[in-house]
């Protein structure tokens, strides 16, 4: 080796040009796991950390991790980059990856390996990683293992690796598509497996609380050429099918005339409401939606579809986002005579009569509302609506000076405060502390069902993992939000609410290396000691009880008080509705378990 190259060695050369290119492209997050074959990675990660190009976020559980990177490219719209070893540890990012896939949440997976000829003969810590996650990613390329150094930077291999990067966030992206989502690089490297960091790899710069780039400035940065690899390959992702003939066509123009609804599921956004709010027609939108406001908004919306008179005469349907939340919704969405339009969005196209029309933009005609139409379902709504506003105190009966009128008055207001909290009063507490500066993450617990039925209009930031609509990730989720959305000194804090099964299926999120600065977040778990979303279905009618309760309800007794003191959390027990509001409204620092115990 020569004098120059003392100390160097063509993995950390390798692992300098690709990471070094992506934060160049704005991938501001690196989720790094520890691992023996991903060193090279890691340490070029924790300079560009030290350089102050990059934030390196360290969990020691590739699931968690994964979803820490899917709730920080939820919240940013770009994607963070994760960094494991070999084997099962690349596996734990499957859950996550499935999520981005049909969610559509850009997201970068860097996989260390061994090099190919330890594949498949039983060499340790060895699987086969390149198609791994094959049908869920926009884009994947098991790179050739590095073996040269590079002196300056300019060598083959880095320019390579360095069109690699733009390939690989272009597609994370949803470049031509317009269907962000995960992407897949595998990484194999030979042994020796770290070296001296290139000189070449930077000085520091910007601090971190400068701009992120936009999607526009990255897209921009990014040269217009044909990927280096097979873009959409593996048969799965989103496909060349799927890809728009014309990204500028005009937007389609709905004409007046049919009975129309729009209906906004997960990930919607105010587009939704914009259009009911354009073209007179009322708006359906499910509580984890983000467009769950507004003047059109229906409020009791699954007995208002079930009736013959509104839900029953509907001709026309145009949905944005992925609804989940309710039968009714799906069944209306099944109907084959209803003509039914979904607006392309991030996730998975949406075609559940066989006959959905798939439009990338969607205006209303100018024309005249049909006010009989809008009328009786807004008529509706504020018949089925629910006020959960707490009872104002009796000021007169307080302030009275007869012993009997003040007495009943002060009997009745401790009552009100010693009142346990059930379901309804819970959502309804998060709902009316959060606001736009605030983040909202649902889990797929039985609460957001509860808050969709109860819940009024409002205009927060609202997020939820329904893609799959899984329980896995929900607090490392919200990790992921609150670090994004306060990475630039932003006020607001991150509420995550949860069932307790789903809290504790991702305990181990609760863990955070004591280097890093943690964010405002707060986790209120509603704890009926067990899945309580089951007594719902139609099993509870079928199922012994005994049975019910073994490998359905699944009782837990976890002491929820000494899982947060074990990993540093604040802890609040909370058992009335004051108590409640003033935790959720109180000053918070960092980490807060709220835990409100509710009945089965």
Excluded at 225 to 233: D, H, I
Excluded at 466 to 488: C, H, K, N, Y
Aim: hydrophobic share 45%; net charge negative.
């Amino acid at each position: 080796m020569a004098a120059a190259e003392v100390g160097r060695v063509p993995a950390t050369d390798a692992a300098a040009a690709l990471l070094g290119r992506l934060v160049e492209l704005g991938v501001r997050h690196l989720v790094v796991s520890p691992g023996s074959r991903s060193q090279a990675l890691a340490l070029v990660a924790a300079e560009l950390e030290a350089q102050g190009r990059a934030r390196v976020h360290v969990r020691i559980d590739e699931r968690v991790a994964a979803f820490t990177a899917l709730g920080i490219g939820r919240e940013s719209g770009m994607p963070a980059a994760l960094i494991c070893t070999s084997g099962t540890a690349a596996a734990n990012y499957l859950p996550a990856a499935l999520e981005a896939h049909h969610a559509g949440v850009p997201l970068l997976l860097l996989t260390a390996d061994r090099p190919p000829e330890l594949r498949g003969v039983g060499a340790n810590q060895t699987t086969r990683q390149p198609g791994m996650f094959a049908p869920n990613t926009r884009w994947e390329a098991d790179l050739p293992v590095p073996d040269q150094v590079d002196d300056d930077g300019t060598g083959a291999a880095s320019a390579m690796l360095r069109s690699l990067a733009d390939d690989a966030v272009a597609a994370a992206l949803g470049a031509g598509t317009r269907q962000p989502g995960p992407v897949h690089l595998n990484i194999p490297f030979r042994d020796p497996l770290a070296g001296a960091l290139p000189a070449w790899l930077g000085t520091p710069s910007a601090e971190l609380t400068a701009p992120a780039p936009t999607l526009d400035e990255v897209l921009d940065e990014i040269p217009a050429a044909e990927p280096s690899g097979a873009l959409y390959q593996g048969g799965g992702g989103i496909g060349e099918s799927d890809v728009p003939d014309d990204p500028a066509a005009d937007p389609y123009v709905l004409e007046r005339g049919p009975r129309t609804v729009v209906v906004a599921g997960a990930d919607a956004g105010a587009a939704a409401e914009a259009l009911a709010h354009d073209g007179g027609w009322p708006l359906v939108a499910e509580i984890v939606s983000g467009a769950r406001f507004g003047r059109h908004l229906v409020h009791g919306y699954r007995a208002l579809l079930q009736d013959p008179e509104l839900g029953g005469r509907i001709e026309r349907v145009v949905v944005f986002g992925h609804p989940t939340l309710s039968r009714e919704i799906v069944r209306l969405l099944s109907r084959d005579d209803v003509e039914v339009l979904a607006v392309r969005g991030p996730g998975e196209p949406l075609n559940l009569n066989g006959a959905t029309v798939a439009v990338d933009e969607i205006v209303a005609a100018t024309g005249e509302t049909d006010r009989d139409w809008l009328g009786a379902w807004l008529r509706a709504s504020r018949a089925a609506s629910v006020d959960l506003t707490p009872a104002a105190p009796d000021a007169t009966g307080l302030a009275s000076t007869v012993p009997q009128e003040r007495l009943g008055a002060i009997a009745a207001e401790l009552g009100a405060l010693r009142a346990p909290v059930d379901r309804a009063a819970l959502v309804d507490a998060v709902w009316r502390a959060t606001w736009p500066h605030d983040r909202l993450l649902f889990a797929s617990s039985r609460l957001v069902r509860v808050a969709d039925e109860v819940l009024g209009g409002k205009k927060v930031p609202v997020h939820a993992n329904r893609g799959l609509a899984g329980i896995d990730g929900t607090v490392a989720t919200g990790m992921g939000i609150a670090i994004a959305s306060q990475e630039t000194g932003t006020p607001g804090v991150t509420r995550v609410l949860v069932g307790d099964v789903a809290f504790l299926h991702d305990v181990g999120a609760l863990l955070l290396p004591p280097d890093e600065t943690p964010p405002r977040i707060q986790v209120i778990v509603g704890n009926d000691h067990g899945g309580t979303i089951f007594d719902g279905l139609e099993v509870a009618q079928v199922a012994a009880p005994a049975a019910m309760d073994r490998v359905l309800y699944t009782p837990q007794a976890v002491d929820l008080a000494a899982l947060a003191a074990a990993y540093g959390w604040e802890y609040r027990a909370v058992t009335g509705r004051a108590e409640l509001d003033q935790v959720l409204t109180g000053q918070i620092a960092g980490r807060q378990l709220i835990e409100v115990v509710l009945a089965r």
